[in-house]
């Protein structure tokens, strides 16, 4: 009720029309909010964005969204169909004429004043990352400065849409490219990063002079909201940026945005089912695509690691968001003689973690997205173990806390053939593999039908340097267990997709080059 106390009148007073009847039959207990204080209460919107309105859903219908630490109910959201998704891409359509001709120093100007917002209002960003996300509320800040990083980088980009000048093979020609926007741009986000993932995508879709249709996850629809809002502030014209929500209407939403030939372009992230279910949607309009989709990283420490290094590595990587994060350590491979001793420096700082509800103070690591995340964390666990694994560390729901929570495991004696070593578990399970040589070890980890992030940590450089080479991922980190940056390309290859996000690479997804051939320019007369 909070939640709807602080929208503004002409919201409250399209709900109280609409939804009058789910408001006063929800159990009391749904309708009780855990709800952070804004410092700007507008910033949570319960709407849909389109040509620069916040709307509802044709239909009238919504969909409800709870904190998964409490299972609270935060609000609705519009559940928005073919109709409203045909409504966004006509309006990100006719916004793209003129947007198109913007100069990249004036789009520049946007970027920039929208990232300066982000950052003026990232302590209630974070807090909606928080609730509906369920991280803590340090690691939420971290993803809004992450985010943001994205609209400055591009920001810098946008002025600096190069083309090329090119020597003719024919004589008498000349050649010029000119980078030119797709068009509009369908894009498709998950909740792990509220925040990031969106702001990954609409960065360089802006900078290059996209015009978007973006659908928010549906379980964390609020950041992109605030996020839209911010962005409304921060002058982007209407109809530039469209953002459609749903939750049981998805696989419509997705289908509308894939066979719209008004939309040039989709740029997914997700699981790899799902990629492949929209690439094969996006066939008949011959989209261009990029995909970012899911992972199963392998994290090698040889025996001449650095032990504290490499511990702090697979803390980092492997529990990031509760191990919700496409570029977590899945698989950690440790040599035979650093093995044990990894295991138990390991081990002791999983049992270091504060495991609760995101808000509390001292909480390092939150709860899991949702039910289903947790039943197939323990169907993980429970399978690792049927098969002769040894649980050092969790192993266990944390029912106490409440549904979504799991406690920070520990595995050792992983064989290859459990589920983890080919399922990305996506969650809070590190299950340590052992191995003896460099050969056998880089055969393990390229053994996976993905391919996003490797990592390994090793003080031999020139092994430094092989096991790079060796390994057949996107991203390779070496003696570090975070690799993202919004300098450096993110992307994978095999199932886990193709394309590249941030980084000087990162715009060139958004446009399409054209080639200028001016024929017969002859000689200067008397030359
Ligand atoms: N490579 C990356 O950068 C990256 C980043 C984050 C997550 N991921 C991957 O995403 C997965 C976890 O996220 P998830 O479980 O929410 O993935 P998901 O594929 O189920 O959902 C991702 C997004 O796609 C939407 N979606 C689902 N079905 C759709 C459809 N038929 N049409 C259109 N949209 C649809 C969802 O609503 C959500 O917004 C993991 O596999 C993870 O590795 C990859
Ligand atoms: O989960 C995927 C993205 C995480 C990141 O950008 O580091």
């Known amino acids: 009720m909070k939640a709807f106390l602080r929208t503004t009148p002409a919201v409250r007073s399209h709900i109280t029309r609409t939804n009058h009847l789910r408001l006063i039959s929800r159990p009391a207990a ?7 204080e804004l410092k700007d209460k507008s910033l949570f919107k319960e709407q849909s964005y389109i040509n620069g309105q916040w709307v509802n859903a044709k239909s009238g219908k919504t969909f409800e969204v709870h904190d998964p630490a409490t299972g609270k109910l935060i609000g609705t959201m519009p559940e928005m169909n073919k109709d409203d998704v045909d409504l966004a891409i006509k309006a990100a359509a006719d916004a793209f004429p003129s947007f198109k001709k913007t100069t990249g120093r004036q789009r520049s100007k946007m970027l920039r004043k929208w990232y300066d917002l982000i950052i003026e209002n990232s302590e209630d960003i974070a807090k909606l990352i928080t609730w509906e996300n369920g991280k803590p509320l340090n690691d939420a800040k971290g993803e809004v400065s992450y985010a943001a990083s994205f609209y400055e980088w591009f920001s810098e980009e946008a002025p600096r849409l190069y083309g090329d000048t090119i020597p003719a093979t024919v004589p008498g020609n000349r050649v010029y490219t000119v980078k030119e926007p797709v068009g509009v741009c369908g894009l498709i986000t998950p909740w792990n990063f509220p925040a990031a993932m969106i702001t990954r995508k ?121 191990g919700q994060t496409c570029v977590c350590a899945n698989r950690i491979y440790v040599q035979s003689g650093i093995y044990d001793a990894f295991a138990k420096a390991f081990t002791e700082k999983v049992n270091q973690f504060k495991v609760g509800p995101g808000f509390q103070e001292g909480v390092t690591h939150g709860p899991l997205i949702h039910d289903r995340a947790v039943s197939k964390v323990q169907a993980h666990v429970d399978d690792a173990v049927q098969h002769g694994a040894k649980v050092l560390a969790g192993g266990q729901k944390l029912s106490d806390l409440g549904a979504n929570f799991f406690a920070p495991t520990v595995i050792r004696d992983m064989t290859k053939g459990m589920k983890i070593s080919s399922e990305e578990t996506f969650g809070p399970v590190a299950a340590l593999f052992p191995f003896n040589t460099e050969a056998e070890v880089v055969s393990l980890a390229n053994d996976a039908e993905v391919g996003l992030a490797g990592y390994f940590f090793s003080k031999d450089t020139q092994r430094c340097y092989r096991v790079a080479e060796a390994l057949q991922f996107g991203m390779v980190g070496i003696n570090t267990g975070i690799i993202s940056d919004p300098a450096a390309p993110f992307g994978g290859v095999k199932h886990s997709g193709f394309g590249r996000e941030g980084s000087k690479y990162g715009i060139d997804e958004y446009v399409t080059v054209k080639t200028v051939t001016l024929g017969g320019i002859g000689d200067l007369q008397g030359s």
């Open 30 to 36: 749904a309708s009780v909010h855990t709800a952070p």
């Open 202 to 322: 609409i960065g360089p879709a802006l900078a290059a002079g996209c015009t978007v249709v973006a659908k928010s996850p549906g379980e964390t629809p609020y950041t992109a909201a605030a996020l839209t809002e911010l962005g409304h502030r921060a002058g982007i014209p209407p109809g530039v940026i469209n953002i459609v929500t749903s939750l049981e209407n998805t696989a419509e939403v997705g289908g509308a945005i894939t066979a719209s030939d008004t939309v040039k372009k989709v740029s997914f992230t997700g699981s790899t089912g799902v990629g492949k279910l929209l690439m094969k949607q996006s066939a008949d309009t011959l989209k261009k695509l990029s995909f970012e989709l899911g992972g199963n990283a392998p994290f090698i420490v040889f025996d001449d690691a650095d032990l504290d290094i490499a511990v702090a590595g697979a803390v980092a990587s492997k529990f990031r968001s509760s």
